[in-house]
């Protein structure tokens, strides 16, 4: 079965830092791999997503993450955090069948500092 | 496009009053979801359904029934509410044939006191 670890439910960088948050997952065949950004009180709304191909995904607002099978690792990245950043951000990963429901992690709060 | 829609928005229930929540999306989209949110536990999937007239388990379905009678609807029905099922619930509908990104409702807001 699959499973996602999120490390951290909090990180707090500075306005300008590097934003990194850290995915590992647990799948028996490749994975489909997924970022969701949740902005307060709103639903999810996809970043980036890994299915075949290129292992250096880019998403919308800069951010970007990388598969790297032998860590079994997806973890999302942005040169410079902006104030706007500020939300939960969950990792999910799915079985490339196309028909297996996504799993998602426990998700990892992201505050930015001016 | 409206998207993906759900009703209502903020709900209150007593132990053991029954409610359904209504998602309905206008794309077309074979597959639709039900997942709640809490606190530090992300998303669980509650039942889900691959087309009309079909659903299925998810991790987390005691409690809880659904119905997909139309294509376009996904309902979700809580029989008699307990206060361990306050919780924000989220629809989401995905197109078959693709493995693109779910499309997710604004949620529903749910209290059971």
């Known amino acids: 079965a699959q499973s996602v670890t999120q490390l951290g439910s909090h990180v707090s960088v500075s306005e300008g830092a590097l934003v990194l948050l850290r995915c590992n997952y647990s799948?028996?065949?490749?994975?489909?791999l997924f970022w969701y950004v949740q902005y307060p009180n709103q639903g999810l709304q996809l970043l980036l997503k890994?299915?075949?191909?290129?292992?250096l995904v880019k998403g919308i607002n800069g951010f970007e993450a990388e598969f790297k099978k032998s860590e079994t690792s997806f973890h999302l990245t942005k040169p410079s955090a902006h104030m706007s950043d500020a939300a939960e951000y969950f990792c999910?990963?799915?079985?490339?069948?196309?028909?297996?429901?996504?799993?998602f992690g426990k998700g990892t709060r992201l505050s930015v500092i001016a | 496009n409206a998207g993906v829609t759900q009703t209502p928005k903020f709900r209150v229930l007593k132990t053991g009053q029954s409610m359904t929540l209504l998602c309905a999306q206008d794309m077309n989209h074979e597959y639709m979801y039900w997942y709640r949110q809490d606190p530090g536990m992300g998303l669980r999937l509650i039942h889900y359904?691959?087309?009309?007239?079909?659903?299925a388990k998810g991790e987390v379905p005691d409690g809880y029934n659904v119905s997909r009678l139309k294509k376009q609807n996904f309902l979700l029905g809580l029989e008699s509410a307990a206060p361990s099922q306050t919780s924000v619930y989220f629809c989401a509908s995905l197109k078959t044939g693709t493995y693109d990104e779910q499309f997710f409702g604004p949620g529903t807001r749910l209290t059971v006191l």
């Open positions: 359904s691959v087309g009309e007239g079909t659903t």
């Open positions: 890994y299915t075949t191909g290129a292992t």
């Open positions: 999910a990963v799915s079985l490339n069948s196309g028909n297996t429901p996504l799993v």
């Open positions: 799948s028996s065949v490749p994975p489909y």
